[in-house]
Protein backbone atom coordinates (compact mmCIF):
# COMPACT_ATOMS: atom_id res chain seq x y z
CA UNK A 1 0.00 0.00 0.00
CA UNK A 2 1.59 3.13 -1.05
CA UNK A 3 2.10 6.41 1.69
CA UNK A 4 -0.22 8.61 -0.25
CA UNK A 5 -2.94 8.15 -2.46
CA UNK A 6 -4.36 10.24 -5.01
CA UNK A 7 -6.54 9.99 -7.42
CA UNK A 8 -5.29 10.11 -10.55
CA UNK A 9 -8.14 11.16 -12.92
CA UNK A 10 -8.49 13.16 -15.38
CA UNK A 11 -11.06 15.51 -13.56
CA UNK A 12 -13.24 17.68 -16.06
CA UNK A 13 -15.34 20.63 -14.94
CA UNK A 14 -16.75 23.80 -16.42
CA UNK A 15 -15.62 26.89 -16.13
CA UNK A 16 -16.38 28.86 -12.72
CA UNK A 17 -16.97 24.89 -11.09
CA UNK A 18 -15.83 24.29 -7.26
CA UNK A 19 -13.01 21.76 -7.49
CA UNK A 20 -12.32 19.42 -5.33
CA UNK A 21 -9.07 17.56 -4.63
CA UNK A 22 -8.11 14.73 -2.26
CA UNK A 23 -5.16 12.60 -0.80
CA UNK A 24 -5.11 10.11 1.75
CA UNK A 25 -2.45 8.64 3.63
CA UNK A 26 -1.70 6.64 6.14
CA UNK A 27 1.47 7.58 7.76
CA UNK A 28 0.41 9.35 10.86
CA UNK A 29 3.95 10.80 11.30
CA UNK A 30 3.08 13.63 8.29
CA UNK A 31 3.00 16.65 9.43
CA UNK A 32 3.61 19.14 6.56
CA UNK A 33 0.77 19.26 4.05
CA UNK A 34 1.71 20.90 0.29
CA UNK A 35 -0.02 21.10 -2.47
CA UNK A 36 1.63 21.58 -6.11
CA UNK A 37 0.49 22.42 -9.39
CA UNK A 38 2.00 20.77 -12.28
CA UNK A 39 1.59 22.09 -16.05
CA UNK A 40 2.88 20.04 -19.05
CA UNK A 41 7.06 19.89 -19.38
CA UNK A 42 6.80 22.54 -16.20
CA UNK A 43 8.60 21.32 -13.01
CA UNK A 44 6.26 21.47 -9.46
CA UNK A 45 5.05 24.85 -8.86
CA UNK A 46 3.79 25.45 -4.84
CA UNK A 47 0.67 26.64 -4.07
CA UNK A 48 0.02 26.03 -0.20
CA UNK A 49 1.79 24.49 2.53
CA UNK A 50 0.35 24.29 5.69
CA UNK A 51 1.10 22.33 8.71
CA UNK A 52 -1.63 22.20 11.34
CA UNK A 53 -5.30 20.80 10.81
CA UNK A 54 -7.92 23.48 9.75
CA UNK A 55 -8.21 24.85 6.56
CA UNK A 56 -5.84 27.47 5.07
CA UNK A 57 -7.12 30.08 2.01
CA UNK A 58 -5.00 31.70 -0.21
CA UNK A 59 -6.72 33.41 -2.62
CA UNK A 60 -9.07 31.21 -5.00
CA UNK A 61 -7.55 28.28 -3.16
CA UNK A 62 -8.27 26.77 0.00
CA UNK A 63 -6.82 23.72 1.59
CA UNK A 64 -7.82 21.72 4.13
CA UNK A 65 -6.23 18.79 6.59
CA UNK A 66 -7.81 16.45 8.87
CA UNK A 67 -5.19 14.65 10.39
CA UNK A 68 -7.54 12.99 12.27
CA UNK A 69 -8.96 11.02 9.20
CA UNK A 70 -5.56 11.37 7.12
CA UNK A 71 -7.40 13.16 4.65
CA UNK A 72 -6.57 16.69 2.62
CA UNK A 73 -8.15 18.46 0.15
CA UNK A 74 -7.75 21.02 -2.17
CA UNK A 75 -10.53 23.56 -3.39
CA UNK A 76 -10.52 25.77 -6.30
CA UNK A 77 -13.17 28.25 -6.22
CA UNK A 78 -14.44 29.77 -9.60
CA UNK A 79 -12.01 27.52 -11.87
CA UNK A 80 -10.45 28.88 -14.99
CA UNK A 81 -9.23 27.09 -17.97
CA UNK A 82 -5.53 28.23 -16.87
CA UNK A 83 -6.34 25.97 -13.73
CA UNK A 84 -5.84 23.03 -15.79
CA UNK A 85 -2.69 20.95 -15.07
CA UNK A 86 -1.63 18.15 -12.95
CA UNK A 87 -2.03 18.74 -8.85
CA UNK A 88 0.21 16.98 -6.64
CA UNK A 89 0.14 16.83 -2.84
CA UNK A 90 3.04 15.98 -0.96
CA UNK A 91 3.76 15.19 2.52
CA UNK A 92 6.46 15.05 4.99
CA UNK A 93 7.54 14.28 8.65
CA UNK A 94 8.60 16.70 11.24
CA UNK A 95 12.00 17.70 11.12
CA UNK A 96 12.65 16.20 7.26
CA UNK A 97 12.65 17.13 4.09
CA UNK A 98 11.54 13.95 2.73
CA UNK A 99 8.45 14.56 0.81
CA UNK A 100 6.41 12.02 -0.17
CA UNK A 101 4.32 12.66 -3.57
CA UNK A 102 0.64 11.51 -4.23
CA UNK A 103 0.30 10.61 -8.58
CA UNK A 104 -1.07 13.45 -8.91
CA UNK A 105 -4.51 14.50 -10.47
CA UNK A 106 -5.08 15.67 -14.22
CA UNK A 107 -7.93 18.92 -13.89
CA UNK A 108 -9.14 20.21 -17.14
CA UNK A 109 -11.07 23.56 -17.18
CA UNK A 110 -13.51 23.26 -19.67
CA UNK A 111 -14.18 26.97 -21.10
CA UNK B 1 14.51 35.87 -8.10
CA UNK B 2 15.84 33.26 -10.76
CA UNK B 3 13.80 30.12 -9.75
CA UNK B 4 15.95 26.65 -9.91
CA UNK B 5 17.57 25.80 -12.87
CA UNK B 6 17.99 22.31 -14.29
CA UNK B 7 20.42 21.51 -17.76
CA UNK B 8 19.55 20.26 -20.01
CA UNK B 9 15.94 20.22 -20.53
CA UNK B 10 15.75 16.94 -22.23
CA UNK B 11 18.98 14.15 -22.86
CA UNK B 12 18.40 11.13 -25.33
CA UNK B 13 21.11 8.37 -24.59
CA UNK B 14 22.25 5.19 -25.51
CA UNK B 15 22.39 1.92 -22.66
CA UNK B 16 25.40 2.26 -21.65
CA UNK B 17 26.48 5.75 -22.08
CA UNK B 18 27.31 8.04 -19.38
CA UNK B 19 24.82 11.27 -18.55
CA UNK B 20 25.42 14.43 -16.31
CA UNK B 21 22.43 16.73 -15.27
CA UNK B 22 23.24 19.98 -13.62
CA UNK B 23 20.94 21.94 -10.93
CA UNK B 24 21.62 25.54 -9.95
CA UNK B 25 19.75 26.05 -6.71
CA UNK B 26 17.82 29.68 -5.68
CA UNK B 27 20.78 31.83 -4.84
CA UNK B 28 20.98 31.70 -1.00
CA UNK B 29 19.64 28.38 -0.62
CA UNK B 30 21.52 26.22 1.33
CA UNK B 31 19.18 22.71 0.97
CA UNK B 32 19.07 21.08 -2.18
CA UNK B 33 17.18 17.81 -3.41
CA UNK B 34 16.79 15.40 -6.56
CA UNK B 35 13.84 13.75 -7.03
CA UNK B 36 13.09 11.44 -10.04
CA UNK B 37 9.82 10.61 -11.51
CA UNK B 38 9.50 7.47 -13.54
CA UNK B 39 6.44 6.86 -15.83
CA UNK B 40 3.66 6.16 -14.48
CA UNK B 41 4.76 6.44 -10.92
CA UNK B 42 4.58 9.39 -7.94
CA UNK B 43 7.97 11.81 -7.81
CA UNK B 44 10.61 9.94 -5.57
CA UNK B 45 13.47 11.50 -3.50
CA UNK B 46 17.00 10.69 -4.25
CA UNK B 47 19.05 12.71 -1.96
CA UNK B 48 19.30 15.68 0.07
CA UNK B 49 22.45 18.22 0.33
CA UNK B 50 23.22 20.44 2.84
CA UNK B 51 25.39 22.67 1.35
CA UNK B 52 27.93 20.40 0.30
CA UNK B 53 27.13 17.61 2.60
CA UNK B 54 24.75 15.07 1.94
CA UNK B 55 22.35 14.72 4.38
CA UNK B 56 20.32 11.89 3.13
CA UNK B 57 20.47 9.50 0.31
CA UNK B 58 18.59 6.83 0.89
CA UNK B 59 16.33 7.34 -2.37
CA UNK B 60 19.90 6.73 -4.75
CA UNK B 61 18.72 3.99 -6.67
CA UNK B 62 22.03 2.27 -7.03
CA UNK B 63 25.63 2.94 -7.33
CA UNK B 64 25.47 3.90 -10.91
CA UNK B 65 24.11 7.14 -9.21
CA UNK B 66 26.16 9.72 -8.07
CA UNK B 67 25.49 13.15 -6.83
CA UNK B 68 28.03 15.95 -6.15
CA UNK B 69 27.74 19.48 -4.99
CA UNK B 70 31.23 20.91 -4.45
CA UNK B 71 31.20 24.39 -3.17
CA UNK B 72 27.80 23.95 -1.98
CA UNK B 73 26.92 25.62 -4.91
CA UNK B 74 25.14 24.08 -8.01
CA UNK B 75 25.16 19.95 -8.19
CA UNK B 76 25.37 17.65 -10.62
CA UNK B 77 23.58 14.02 -10.99
CA UNK B 78 25.85 11.51 -13.15
CA UNK B 79 24.43 8.13 -14.26
CA UNK B 80 27.22 5.87 -15.14
CA UNK B 81 26.30 3.23 -17.19
CA UNK B 82 22.78 4.87 -17.78
CA UNK B 83 20.55 1.47 -17.95
CA UNK B 84 16.69 1.97 -19.64
CA UNK B 85 15.08 1.88 -16.29
CA UNK B 86 16.70 5.05 -15.57
CA UNK B 87 14.61 7.22 -18.14
CA UNK B 88 12.30 9.69 -16.80
CA UNK B 89 12.37 12.80 -15.51
CA UNK B 90 14.59 14.40 -12.77
CA UNK B 91 13.90 17.43 -10.84
CA UNK B 92 16.52 19.54 -8.42
CA UNK B 93 14.47 21.72 -5.72
CA UNK B 94 16.18 23.98 -2.91
CA UNK B 95 15.08 25.53 0.10
CA UNK B 96 16.31 27.71 2.14
CA UNK B 97 15.37 27.73 5.88
CA UNK B 98 17.53 25.07 7.92
CA UNK B 99 16.54 22.83 10.85
CA UNK B 100 12.98 23.02 9.70
CA UNK B 101 10.54 22.19 6.95
CA UNK B 102 10.20 24.71 4.46
CA UNK B 103 8.69 24.59 1.12
CA UNK B 104 11.08 23.05 -1.48
CA UNK B 105 11.01 25.31 -5.07
CA UNK B 106 11.26 22.94 -7.47
CA UNK B 107 13.19 23.21 -11.33
CA UNK B 108 11.80 22.18 -14.91
CA UNK B 109 12.94 18.93 -14.77
CA UNK B 110 15.30 17.24 -17.21
CA UNK B 111 13.90 14.71 -18.62
CA UNK B 112 15.94 11.47 -19.55
CA UNK B 113 14.86 9.06 -22.34
CA UNK B 114 17.44 5.98 -22.29
CA UNK B 115 17.30 3.85 -25.63
Known amino acids: QKEVEQDPGPLSVPEGAIVSLNCTYS??????FMWYRQYSRKGPELLMYTYSSGNKEDGRFTAQVDKSSKYISLFIRDSQPSDSATYLC???????????FGTGTRLKVLA | EAGVTQFPSHSVIEKGQTVTLRCDPI?????LYWYRRVMGKEIKFLLHFVKESKQDESGMPNNRFLAERTGGTYSTLKVQPAELEDSGVYFC?????????????FGNGTRLTVT
Open chain 1, 90 to 100: AMSITGTYKYI
Open chain 2, 93 to 105: ASSHLTGNNSPLH
Open chain 1, 27 to 32: NSAFQY
Open chain 2, 27 to 31: SGHDN
